[in-house]
């Protein structure tokens, strides 16, 4: 899916092939901003680039970034390169303001990642695999979204559907019999959402996987890993996303691939 706008955002000179993922996302038309901010705390930084010890030098900064654009691409008129120190969430939280046809695009960082998550509510890409072309797709779900599975598919031929199931049983404190009764309920509650997983996949002739946090065999996280999928896309309202439950988030920071998130 193309947007408007699309940013970029980097933290690592070292490492400005995500540059080109960015790229990907947009068309002749699209505002590519891209976002640097070193951080301190997790990134070394040469001296070239510094003015003196507390100051980044932006402009040398900004010249080795446009001197990629230009080694690797014929046009990039319509690019934006901003050059900050620090406070990477707030930063792209800002650039963003109120706009929604903006997809961010990220390399993974445990800490800088998640805190940009948590801040913002437009589609992200974050990168970790970084391979050019997306073969192999899983789409994790928590309920049934049609709209997420008619929109990958119309992109990727290759999908899998992978259900992630939460059980909630609350145990009221004065009488036990109450937890007995809510367990029950939870088991009816994971069979009714099970079969309509396996209706799901039927409709949309695809296989899948449904997962009890908890409860299955193997974790998500390891499932998607010995499978060695290229991009993982967390379909889910978006309020249920940038909470960030700590699944999501062991998601996030487990799995060896690609992570894009769908927003409805």
């Known amino acids: 899916m193309i947007n408007k706008r699309v940013i970029i955002v ?43 010890d507390t100051t980044i030098d932006k402009e040398e900064i900004k010249n080795k970034i446009e001197k990629y654009l230009k080694d690797n691409f014929n046009n990039f008129e ?102 007995v009764v809510d367990y029950q309920q939870s088991v009816e509650l994971e069979k009714i959402e099970k079969d309509n997983f396996n209706k799901l996949k039927n409709k949309f002739n695809l296989d899948g996987e449904f997962f009890v946090n908890g409860m299955s065999d193997i974790s998500i996280s390891d499932y998607i890993n010995n499978y060695d999928y290229d991009l993982i896309i967390i379909c889910q309202k978006i309020d249920d996303i940038f909470t960030i439950n700590p699944l999501i988030e062991d998601i996030i920071n487990s799995v060896n691939c690609d992570i894009s998130t769908f927003n409805n």
């Open 78 to 179: 319509n690019v934006a390169i901003l050059v900050y120190q620090e406070d990477t969430a707030d930063r792209v939280e800002h650039l963003i303001r109120d706009d929604k046809d903006v997809k961010v695009i990220v390399q993974f960082h445990k800490n800088i990642t998640l805190d940009i998550i948590k801040k913002i509510k437009v589609p992200i890409l974050i990168i970790k695999k970084g391979i050019q072309k997306y073969k192999k797709v899983a789409i994790i779900l928590n309920s049934i979204n049609e709209k997420c599975i008619k929109k990958v598919k119309n992109k990727y031929s290759n999908i899998q559907l992978l259900y992630n199931y939460q059980i909630v049983v609350d145990t009221p404190m004065v009488d036990p019999s109450f937890g």
């Open 10 to 52: 980097l933290n690592d000179l070292n490492n400005l092939k995500i540059i080109d993922k960015g790229l990907e996302c947009a068309s002749k038309d699209t505002s590519v901003e891209i976002l640097y901010v070193y951080e301190q705390e997790h990134y070394f930084l040469e001296d070239l680039f510094w003015l003196n």
